[in-house]
């Protein structure tokens, strides 16, 4: 299966124009062969924290709000990140997943709340997991993935996927990045799928990157710092990368009988993919 990480400018508090940016994105990452998508902090709405404490308009009543439409009719799998009404008076951060047909997955709302954000939003109590083509995946939203308990938990329940939505912006923003995804792929064994924003975002300007890396850190597909666009990376099922593990090990006990197990070009020697 194919996963694409999402970024892109979003217009402030303009939902309709950023959920019809989102689905050409959507339509593109599906044009390049891949699955699912997922999208940066606060997608629909840009990052604007006062005016979504100030307007309970801009927040979605649930997972089937219309306004998500254009991105649930992509034919992709989709994992958007917006304010999303609760039954209390501030609303949450969520990601909302809807399989390639528009169906309702999981909702997960974000649980490490950054400073300014515990004055606006009520903070999640539940992990964010779902499956997905004979793939599990793990959720997180900007803050959550520079706590171990986030992605470490999905590690721990089987997911080989975390979907990272966040905001990173110019400055401190592109070095903290370029440090939290890598480490969890390479503290946790997961592939890693970083979407972002790029340019102004609330007081911010989000520095782009975004990114798909491997179980041990190795990047597979980066984005640059400055184009609304999506970069795709392969992730094998559990299946298929333990077939490829006995594959590489029968290999090298090949190579190994035949007294050449690590030749370059030789059947055992072990590609690069398997090193990762």
């Excluded at 994105?25 to 006062?50: D, N, S």
């Excluded at 992709?76 to 949450?92: F, M, Q």
């Excluded at 959720?139 to 080989?160: K, Q, S, W």
Aim: with cysteine; net charge negative; aromatic share 6%.
């Amino acid at each position: 299966m194919k996963i694409a990480a999402a970024q892109l400018s979003c217009v402030p508090t303009d939902v309709s124009a950023n959920a019809a940016r989102a689905a050409a994105l959507a339509v593109r990452a599906r044009e390049e062969g891949a699955g699912l998508v997922v999208f940066p902090e606060l997608t629909l709405t840009g990052y604007e924290p006062a005016a979504l404490a100030a307007d309970p308009g801009l927040w979605l009543a649930d997972a089937e709000d219309p306004r998500l439409d254009p991105v649930r009719s992509t034919g992709i799998a989709t994992a958007v990140n917006v304010a999303l009404r609760t039954d209390g008076p501030r609303p949450v951060i969520a990601t909302l997943v809807h399989d390639a047909d528009g169906a309702h997955v999981t909702t997960y709302a974000k649980q490490h709340l950054f400073r300014h954000e515990q004055e606006v939003f009520a903070a999640g109590t539940v992990p964010g997991r779902f499956e997905l083509d004979g793939i599990r995946f793990s959720l997180g939203i900007c803050f959550d993935n520079h706590f171990a308990d986030v992605p470490g938990a999905g590690a721990a329940a089987g997911c080989r996927v975390h979907l990272a939505s966040s905001l990173y912006g110019t400055g401190d923003g592109v070095a903290e990045r370029a440090a939290v995804h890598p480490g969890i792929a390479r503290g946790f064994g997961m592939y890693v799928a970083l979407a972002n924003h790029v340019g102004p975002a609330g007081e911010w300007t989000g520095c782009g990157g975004a990114a798909v890396w491997a179980p041990g850190g190795t990047l597979l597909a980066e984005a640059d710092a400055h184009t609304p666009s999506v970069v795709v990376a392969e992730v094998p099922t559990e299946a298929e990368a333990d077939a490829e593990a006995d594959g590489v090990a029968e290999g090298r006990a090949e190579g190994a009988r035949a007294g050449h197990a690590d030749e370059p070009g030789a059947p055992g020697a072990p590609t690069a993919r398997a090193r990762a």
